[in-house]
């Protein structure tokens, strides 16, 4: 039976220890290590570049659209100043059209001995604000303790005048002017039965610089209170 010799075999059980050497296999488990926390370092990195451009374009959204709100703001105050502009607008032409047609009776009032020295016009609007039913808390109308309403104003017109009076006998004149005022078309349907023309002063006696007699007196009214 031949016998077989292996002269490699010494070389063969050193490689063979080297390859089970645990240092080997720990250097490789450190580097595969190593590989991996680059590759989730890389993956963090790339995921914050991605958080930081929709950081970018968010915030430039929330710019575009604060512009945008800051504009609607600017665009509503000009509209309450535009709605302003028209109130006051209408309440001149309104008012305009109501002294003309003040100022237009009185042209056609004529009293002998009568002088018009003053006149004044005043127009108040006392405005109530709307006053809205109670509501329960699941939405149901409740039974208010005031019904509800809605907003309104109150409408007070009232004038004065201060005249003279050059009749010769000093006053006579006073009460044909409050009585031909009292008569005239306009005033009888805008004053009423209940608002009468009113005596309001009535000056001593006096005499001007040509020694004729005068006196001064004035009068007031108020129309009847309009709710619109």
Do not use: C
């Not at 595969?32 to 929709?54: C, E, F, N, P, Y």
């Not at 575009?64 to 709100?69: E, H, K, L």
């Not at 009232?158 to 050059?166: E, H, Q």
């Amino acid at each position: 039976m031949p016998i077989r010799i292996n002269l490699l075999a010494e070389t063969q059980a050193i490689e063979d220890q080297r390859r089970r050497d645990p240092v080997k296999r720990v250097i490789l488990a450190g580097t595969v290590l190593v590989a991996g926390m680059l590759a989730w370092s890389s993956s963090l990195m790339v995921k914050s570049i991605v958080v930081r451009s929709d950081s970018s374009r968010m915030e430039g959204e929330l710019n575009s659209r604060t512009n945008d709100y800051r504009q609607v703001l600017e665009n509503k105050r000009k509209l309450a100043e535009d709605y302003q502009k028209l109130a006051a607008l209408h309440r001149l032409s309104t008012n305009r059209f109501l002294v003309g047609n003040f100022l237009d009776a009185f042209q056609q009032i004529s009293v002998e001995s009568v002088q018009l020295v003053r006149l004044k016009l005043d127009l108040n609007y006392t405005v109530t604000e709307e006053v809205k039913a109670a509501k329960k808390e699941d939405g149901e109308e409740a039974a208010p303790t005031t019904a509800a309403k809605s907003a309104s104003s109150t409408e007070r017109i009232s004038f004065a005048l201060n005249a003279r009076d050059n009749s010769p006998g000093a006053g006579d004149a006073v009460n044909r002017f409050r009585d031909a005022l009292a008569t005239a078309p306009y005033f009888k349907a805008n004053l009423g039965d209940q608002n009468g023309i009113r005596l309001k002063s009535l000056s001593a006696p006096q005499t001007d610089s040509e020694g004729k007699p005068f006196i001064l007196f004035a009068l007031e009214a108020s129309l009847p209170e309009k709710k619109r």
